[in-house]
């Protein structure tokens, strides 16, 4: 498999087994308390670490929008580690002139895909946004992290609709990459017919069961058996035959089963080639493809307007995604009770997207954001409170009032226009009341009258809620004790995930039992295991293959622990897990 290097990359191949955990505090509760919604402050590397024991290998969907290390905008490489390249790099703005770009850009991104990886259930899929300046580096350090077989597919997103003329060839896209956590057990599903793409069905003859399509009957014949070529005559008395190099794609006793069934149209005349009648009703949707049109995924015009809905004209936040594109991702690799995680929050889209995907299947999904800046207060987390609790927008409403499609020849003969005009002017007169302003255009042949109103309006909150959590202290302090502190209940849930590498899967945990798995109890004694904590976990449980006591100090003795099936770990160092 080609491999790719980069000044750096000894550096950071193992740097996030090396990051701090860190507890995360809750500071606000917003709208529903019992949400397990979340926007954390800060920087992602600690806060994924950090999300290890509670999350690992738990959430369904990532979708990541990190930056795109274009040279257009500029960014901060922070991630202090025991290098002298690296210290060098420190707190350097990555700009445009820095002919290490790429390299800053890829230490940057490795150790955060490593935990990201960690955090992905096993059918889980992430999503990440990314433009031509990185694609091809993206790629090749996912290969390496999730492997090559994970890879699913680049999805093309149409970003603008417009031409954009300031390149020699206009951009108008970016990419989507999609990897798998495994393959083989990921679930990608499908994608709800949409009115357009429904268009194709009708219903010529009144047919009771609804909308329909013909499906031509033949297919290429080069893998074609003896059964698929017959004879097949219309009720017209037309003899078919499949053409040269065709053949029919179902075998005759099939052809048959649908004809009892009504399932074959010979066309109107009742006399046309075969075609197997496909009712809309059977559709279950469409497979998702990689292109992706702003007409169905959004585009970047219509969220730089959702947010300024949100949050007034004045937000400084530049770069956001439209709900659409979240949310057809989340349509496609989610269910309703998963949780999603946004490690490059911005302006908090990928919690509104879930917020409305929830609104819109009744589900319960959970998000999770992560965002470094100030403003995770003050844009994220205010954006989602917002569209939880609803805001007032000043907008405008705009109605159609005419739209007509002329043709050359209609342009060319003046009765035709001044016909038009006078219909114009006559609506233009009639409507001129009702709206603040009413627009003509003729774009594309079509002469449109728009109406449009200034309204400010309230939008109804969605509902639901989060906390607003911060990363703080160190799970060891500057000794390499357990930080004194931190409660019962957040070195249990650590303890837990040392042990057994996954999260605690129970709400109330009480002194001293941490959790089970297995038939291996394990137990937190914070000063000392005595003999009569013993004699009472033995004897509380029966049937016990393992008892793990986490502690710092025992006056038991090995072979009296080893009789009884119980190993001592001592704290801090049996917890220190790197
Ligand atoms: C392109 S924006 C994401 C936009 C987002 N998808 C939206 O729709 O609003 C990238 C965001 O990642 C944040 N970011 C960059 N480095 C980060 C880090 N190390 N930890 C957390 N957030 C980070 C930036 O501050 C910025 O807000």
Same mark, same amino acid.
Request: charged fraction near 30%.
């Given at each position: 498999?080609?491999?790719? @290097?980069?000044?750096?990359?000894?550096?950071?191949? @193992?740097?996030?087994?090396?990051?701090?955990?860190?507890?995360?505090?809750?500071?606000?509760?917003?709208?529903?308390?019992?949400?397990?919604?979340?926007?954390?402050?800060?920087?992602?590397?600690?806060?994924?670490?950090?999300?290890?024991?509670?999350?690992?290998?738990?959430?369904?969907?990532?979708?990541?929008?990190?930056?795109?290390?274009?040279?257009?905008?500029?960014?901060?490489?922070?991630?202090?580690?025991?290098?002298?390249?690296?210290?060098?790099?420190?707190?350097?703005?990555?700009?445009?002139?820095?002919?290490?770009?790429?390299?800053?850009?890829?230490?940057?991104?490795?150790?955060?895909?490593?935990?990201?990886?960690?955090?992905?259930?096993?059918?889980?899929?992430?999503?990440?946004?990314?433009?031509?300046?990185?694609?091809?580096?993206?790629?090749?350090?996912?290969?390496?992290?999730?492997?090559?077989?994970?890879?699913?597919?680049?999805?093309?997103?149409?970003?603008?609709?417009?031409?954009?003329?300031?390149?020699?060839?206009?951009?108008?896209?970016?990419?989507?990459?999609?990897?798998?956590?495994?393959?083989?057990?990921?679930?990608?599903?499908?994608?709800?017919?949409?009115?357009?793409?429904?268009?194709?069905?009708?219903?010529?003859?009144?047919?009771?069961?609804?909308?329909?399509?013909?499906?031509?009957?033949?297919?290429? @014949?080069?893998?074609?058996?003896?059964?698929?070529?017959?004879?097949?005559?219309?009720?017209?008395?037309?003899?078919?035959?499949?053409?040269?190099?065709?053949?029919?794609?179902?075998?005759?006793?099939?052809?048959?089963?649908?004809?009892?069934?009504?399932?074959?149209?010979?066309?109107?005349?009742?006399?046309?080639?075969?075609?197997?009648?496909?009712?809309?009703?059977?559709?279950?949707?469409?497979?998702?493809?990689?292109?992706?049109?702003?007409?169905?995924?959004?585009?970047?015009?219509?969220?730089?307007?959702?947010?300024?809905?949100?949050?007034?004209?004045?937000?400084?936040?530049?770069?956001?995604?439209?709900?659409?594109?979240?949310?057809?991702?989340?349509?496609?690799?989610?269910?309703?009770?998963?949780?999603?995680?946004?490690?490059?929050?911005?302006?908090?889209?990928?919690?509104?997207?879930?917020?409305?995907?929830?609104?819109?299947?009744?589900?319960?999904?959970?998000?999770?954001?992560?965002?470094?800046?100030?403003?995770?207060?003050?844009?994220?987390?205010?954006?989602?409170?917002?569209?939880?609790?609803?805001?007032?927008?000043?907008?405008?409403?705009?109605?159609?009032?005419?739209?007509?499609?002329?043709?050359?020849?209609?342009?060319?003969?003046?009765?035709?226009?001044?016909?038009?005009?006078?219909?114009?002017?006559?609506?233009?007169?009639?409507?001129?009341?009702?709206?603040?302003?009413?627009?003509?255009?003729?774009?594309?042949?079509?002469?449109?009258?728009?109406?449009?109103?200034?309204?400010?309006?309230?939008?109804?909150?969605?509902?639901?809620?989060?906390?607003?959590?911060?990363?703080?202290?160190?799970?060891?302090?500057?000794?390499?004790?357990?930080?004194?502190?931190?409660?019962?209940?957040?070195?249990?849930?650590?303890?837990?995930?040392?042990?057994?590498?996954?999260?605690?899967?129970?709400?109330?945990?009480?002194?001293?039992?941490?959790?089970?798995?297995?038939?291996?109890?394990?137990?937190?004694?914070?000063?000392?295991?005595?003999?009569?904590?013993?004699?009472?976990?033995?004897?509380?449980?029966?049937?016990?293959?393992?008892?793990?006591?986490?502690?710092?100090?025992?006056?038991?003795? @090995?072979?009296?622990?080893?009789?009884?099936?119980?190993?001592?770990?001592?704290?801090?160092?049996?917890?220190?897990?790197?």
């Amino acid at each position: 498999m080609p491999y790719i @290097d980069w000044m750096g990359k000894d550096d950071v191949k @193992d740097h996030h087994k090396n990051i701090a955990y860190k507890t995360i505090e809750c500071k606000e509760e917003i709208g529903d308390i019992d949400s397990e919604n979340m926007i954390i402050k800060g920087d992602n590397l600690l806060a994924l670490k950090s999300l290890l024991p509670y999350y690992a290998s738990s959430v369904k969907m990532i979708y990541i929008d990190p930056p795109y290390n274009t040279g257009n905008t500029s960014w901060v490489y922070n991630d202090n580690m025991d290098s002298p390249l690296i210290k060098k790099w420190l707190n350097d703005t990555v700009n445009a002139e820095d002919l290490s770009r790429s390299d800053k850009w890829l230490c940057m991104m490795y150790p955060r895909l490593k935990l990201l990886r960690e955090l992905l259930k096993d059918d889980g899929v992430i999503f990440i946004s990314i433009d031509d300046a990185e694609v091809e580096h993206l790629k090749m350090i996912c290969n390496e992290i999730f492997g090559v077989e994970n890879f699913m597919i680049t999805l093309v997103w149409q970003k603008r609709y417009s031409r954009e003329n300031r390149e020699a060839i206009g951009d108008v896209h970016e990419f989507v990459s999609v990897y798998a956590k495994d393959y083989k057990k990921a679930n990608i599903n499908k994608l709800e017919i949409t009115e357009e793409q429904a268009k194709i069905y009708r219903n010529p003859n009144n047919d009771p069961k609804g909308r329909w399509r013909g499906i031509p009957m033949t297919a290429q @014949d080069g893998h074609a058996t003896k059964d698929q070529f017959y004879e097949i005559t219309a009720p017209g008395g037309k003899i078919h035959t499949p053409p040269k190099g065709r053949c029919w794609g179902i075998i005759k006793s099939t052809f048959e089963k649908h004809l009892a069934n009504n399932r074959i149209y010979f066309g109107k005349d009742n006399n046309s080639q075969p075609n197997i009648i496909r009712y809309l009703s059977e559709v279950d949707g469409m497979r998702p493809w990689s292109w992706w049109p702003s007409s169905e995924a959004g585009h970047t015009d219509e969220a730089k307007k959702e947010i300024n809905n949100i949050l007034g004209k004045g937000n400084t936040f530049d770069t956001p995604k439209p709900v659409r594109l979240i949310q057809r991702i989340l349509k496609i690799a989610t269910s309703k009770n998963d949780i999603i995680l946004d490690s490059f929050a911005g302006s908090g889209t990928t919690a509104h997207a879930v917020l409305e995907q929830n609104k819109e299947d009744g589900g319960n999904r959970k998000f999770i954001l992560i965002e470094t800046l100030d403003y995770a207060k003050d844009i994220t987390a205010e954006r989602v409170k917002r569209v939880i609790k609803g805001y007032e927008f000043t907008g405008k409403d705009k109605t159609t009032l005419y739209e007509k499609k002329l043709t050359t020849t209609q342009i060319l003969k003046p009765e035709t226009m001044e016909r038009v005009s006078q219909e114009v002017s006559k609506i233009l007169e009639d409507e001129k009341l009702n709206y603040t302003k009413i627009e003509k255009t003729f774009k594309e042949n079509t002469i449109k009258v728009t109406g449009i109103k200034d309204i400010k309006s309230f939008k109804d909150g969605i509902g639901a809620g989060f906390k607003y959590c911060e990363l703080s202290h160190d799970i060891f302090d500057e000794f390499g004790e357990l930080n004194s502190k931190l409660t019962f209940d957040q070195i249990a849930k650590h303890i837990y995930f040392v042990e057994f590498k996954k999260p605690i899967d129970k709400t109330t945990i009480k002194a001293p039992f941490v959790g089970s798995y297995k038939s291996k109890y394990i137990y937190f004694f914070e000063n000392k295991f005595l003999k009569r904590d013993m004699k009472e976990l033995i004897k509380q449980n029966n049937n016990y293959k393992q008892i793990i006591v986490y502690t710092t100090k025992t006056s038991i003795s @090995d072979d009296e622990l080893k009789d009884n099936n119980i190993i001592i770990r001592y704290i801090p160092y049996d917890i220190k897990d790197n």
